[in-house]
């Protein structure tokens, strides 16, 4: 049998591990249980990763890349500004009513986080990861459509973070769909009335 690469070994147990986390919880989740899941011998696993802490963090990256791929082929020019972002947080929705048990995931990661001394650094780089993607996804969208923004990148960049945050939460809570398409709704409309351009005034996009 060929040698599989220790970069590609290591997507195949951070994967199999987000399967085993959303299964079990991260807590109940190990070491053991995320080789058997990807069918390698612990010793490969402990080959890949040096620490629990390396595994969790290749988990929330890659967790945050499953969706950020999706949203990023969803952001392509569309009649108007608005109709493309809402492409945008439709394909992201979309993802998580596919994989509920995924994003259910990602707050479970960072509680566990924040209550293990030593790990919270782990749960900052988290949030700091769904900041710096909103920044990305924005400037992918100016070089698209040229705009121009009354507030800064990375605050529009965190407040978006921060909204889908708490909407998405809410959406696991509580399962509105309807009221969660309202809210991203009015989301849609302050991010459009957030251009300044001339030729891509509010007017001109919404």
Not at 39 to 63: M, N, P, R
Not at 136 to 143: K, M, T, W
Request: glycine residues 4%; contains cysteine.
């Amino acid at each position: 049998m060929a040698r599989m690469p220790s970069a590609e070994r290591r997507r195949q147990l951070t994967e199999a591990a987000i399967r085993a986390m959303t299964r079990d919880g991260v807590a109940q989740t190990t070491t053991r249980s995320i080789a058997a899941e990807a069918g390698v011998s612990l010793s490969v696993f402990h080959y890949c990763f040096d620490s629990k802490e390396a595994l969790l963090e290749s988990v929330i990256t890659t967790i945050t890349g499953h969706y950020v791929t999706i949203v990023k082929e969803a952001i392509r020019p569309r009649t108007t500004l608005r109709e493309t972002v809402r492409a945008g947080f439709r394909a992201y929705w979309d993802h998580v009513a596919a994989h509920p048990g995924e994003h259910l995931l990602t707050y479970e990661l960072t509680q566990y986080a924040l209550r293990r001394p030593g790990l919270e650094h782990l749960a900052r780089r988290q949030y700091e990861l769904y900041t710096a993607t909103y920044a990305q996804l924005i400037e992918q969208l100016r070089d698209s459509v040229e705009f121009e923004l009354s507030v800064p990148v990375q605050v529009l960049a965190r407040y978006l973070a921060a909204m889908t945050d708490g909407l998405t939460l809410n959406l696991l809570v509580l399962g509105d769909d309807a009221a969660a398409a309202a809210v991203l709704d009015m989301i849609d409309d302050h991010v459009a009335g957030l251009v300044v351009d001339g030729a891509h005034s509010p007017a001109a996009v919404s």
